[in-house]
C-alpha cells in the first residue's frame, strides 16, 4: 500500500509539472516567443507521464515556426522519429512525417515512413496515401536514339547509329560502337562489328569467337542464343557450341522457353531438343526482344484470334491482339478495338479502356492513353501521367520512356532506395 501511493503522488507531481510547463510555454507562444517556449515543452517532454504525448505536439508546432532557424528542422525530424517509434504510434505521425517530408522534396524518406507505419498500423489512409505517392521518380540525363526494354538489369541503346550495352539506370556499360548486339547475359553479350561477330564481356573485352560462318543472331539468354547459319537457325552457347537442330525462326529464351518455327508453324521448345507445344500455329506472340513465355502461359495466333494457353490447356476468350506474361503481374490483350488486362487464369481483371498497352513489368504497366504513353498500377490506376511518346515496360525498378530528348531512362525513387516494389 505505501509502495503504491508513493508511485501514484509521484506520477501526479509529474504530471502536474508536465501541465505547468505547458501552459507557461502557451502563454509565451501567444507572445511570439518561441524560442523561450522550447527548453519548456522539451522539459515537459521528457517526463513519461500522462501530458507527454501534448507536450510532444505542442513542440513540434514550435520547432515548425523555428524552421528556419538552424538545428531547428533536426530537431524536429528527430521528435517525428521518435513518435513512430513508439509501440502504439498513431498512424496521424506517420502521415505527418509523410507530409513533411514531401513537402522538402524527400520522397524516398516519406515513403519509407509510409512503409514503417503500414507495417505497425494496418491503416488503409496510410496504404491510400503510401500508394499516391510511391511513384515518384526521376529521369536519367542520358538520352539515346533508340533503346530496348530491359533486361538482367541492363538495356540494348542506340546512339549515333551505333548499339552499346547500358544499366537499368541508363548509364553506359558498354559504349555504343557496335553494328548490332545482343541482350547481356551470364555476363557476356554477343555484338557484330563490320563483318566479324564474336562475344564481349562486361568491361568489353573479346571472350569468344564462333568457328562457323554466322549471317545474324538473336538475343541471348539461359546461355542460349539463335544463330542465323546458311539458311538456318540454330542455337548455341554463348561460347558458340552449336545445337544439332534447324529451325526457320527462334525467339529468345524466357524462363527456359523460346518461340521457334518449322514447317512453316510457330510452336514453342525447350532448352534440349523438345517441344513444349507442338509447331501448329500460325504464330507464337512474342514481345521485342522475342520472348513469349511466362507464368507457365503462353499466346498463340490461329484463324487470326489469339488465345491463351497454360500447361497445355486453353484459357479464357479469344483476342485480337496479346503480349505475352512476364515472370509476375498481368498481360496485356485487345478486345473490340482496346486493350486490358487478364491474369494467368484468363479472367479480366483491368477494363478494356486502353489504346495500347504492354504487360505488367513488376508492379506497372506502360499503357497508352490519347496520343501518350503512362503507367497503371495493378489497381488500374494511371500512378505514372501520360506523359511520354513511347513506353517500355519496368524491370529493376526502372523503364525506357521516349521524350523529347530521346530516350531516357526512369527509376522509381521508392527502388533506388532498396525497398523494392
Not at 127 to 139: D, G, K, L, P, Q
Not at 296 to 317: N, Q
Request: hydrophobic fraction near 40%; glycine fraction near 8%.
Amino acid at each position: 500500500m505505501i509502495i503504491s501511493w508513493i508511485i501514484a503522488t509521484n506520477s501526479k507531481s509529474t504530471a502536474e509539472k508536465q501541465l505547468l510547463l505547458i501552459n507557461q510555454a502557451s502563454v509565451m507562444i501567444n507572445d511570439g516567443i518561441y524560442v523561450s517556449a522550447v527548453p519548456l515543452l522539451e522539459e515537459a517532454a521528457g517526463y513519461d507521464a500522462i501530458h507527454t504525448v501534448t507536450a510532444e505536439n505542442e513542440l513540434k508546432k514550435v520547432y515548425l515556426a523555428l524552421m528556419d532557424n538552424r538545428g531547428y528542422p533536426r530537431r524536429y525530424t528527430t521528435l517525428l522519429e521518435k513518435q513512430m517509434n513508439k509501440r502504439y504510434a498513431k498512424p496521424d505521425v506517420f502521415i505527418e512525417a509523410a507530409d513533411y517530408y514531401l513537402s522538402n522534396s524527400k520522397t524516398q524518406e516519406a515513403l519509407a515512413a509510409l512503409r514503417d507505419g503500414i507495417e505497425k498500423t494496418g491503416d488503409t489512409d496510410l496504404v491510400t496515401f503510401y500508394e499516391n505517392s510511391r511513384y515518384a521518380y526521376e529521369i536519367n540525363r542520358m538520352a539515346y536514339d533508340s533503346a530496348a526494354a530491359i533486361y538482367e538489369s541492363t538495356a540494348q541503346v542506340q546512339l549515333d547509329g551505333k548499339w552499346g550495352i547500358a544499366n537499368s539506370d541508363g548509364d553506359i556499360l558498354i559504349s555504343c560502337q557496335y553494328d548490332k548486339i545482343s541482350t547481356f547475359n551470364k555476363n557476356r553479350v554477343i555484338v557484330r562489328k563490320e563483318d566479324s561477330i564474336y562475344a564481349v564481356d562486361r568491361d568489353n573485352n573479346r571472350i569468344a569467337v564462333p568457328y562457323e560462318y554466322i549471317s545474324d543472331f538473336g538475343n541471348y539468354a539461359c546461355n542460349r542464343i539463335p544463330l542465323l547459319i546458311e539458311d538456318s537457325w540454330r542455337r548455341a552457347t554463348g561460347d558458340f557450341e552449336l545445337g544439332t537442330n534447324s529451325f526457320e525462326a527462334i525467339g529468345m529464351y524466357s524462363e527456359g522457353y523460346a518461340a521457334a518455327k518449322a514447317n512453316g508453324k510457330w510452336g514453342v521448345i525447350d532448352l534440349s531438343t523438345g517441344w513444349l507445344i507442338p509447331a501448329e500455329f500460325d504464330e507464337i506472340i512474342q514481345d521485342e526482344l522475342g520472348r513469349c513465355y511466362g507464368q507457365g502461359a503462353v499466346f498463340v495466333r490461329t484463324g487470326g484470334l489469339v488465345y491463351l494457353i497454360v500447361d497445355g490447356s486453353y484459357v479464357g476468350d479469344a483476342y485480337e491482339d496479346a503480349h505475352p506474361f512476364t515472370e509476375e503481374g498481368y498481360a496485356a490483350v485487345k478486345k473490340n478495338g482496346k486493350w486490358g488486362f487478364v491474369d494467368v487464369g484468363g479472367v479480366e481483371v483491368i477494363k478494356f479502356v486502353f489504346d495500347d498497352a504492354l504487360s505488367f513489368g513488376q508492379h506497372l504497366a506502360a499503357v497508352k492513353y490519347g496520343e501518350y504513353w503512362g503507367y497503371i498500377s495493378r489497381y488500374g490506376q494511371m500512378v505514372i501521367d501520360a506523359a511520354f511518346y513511347e513506353a517500355k515496360s519496368f524491370s529493376d525498378g526502372s523503364a525506357p520512356v521516349l521524350t523529347e530528348r530521346g530516350w531516357q531512362f526512369i527509376t522509381l525513387l521508392e527502388f533506388k532506395k532498396g525497398a523494392g516494389l
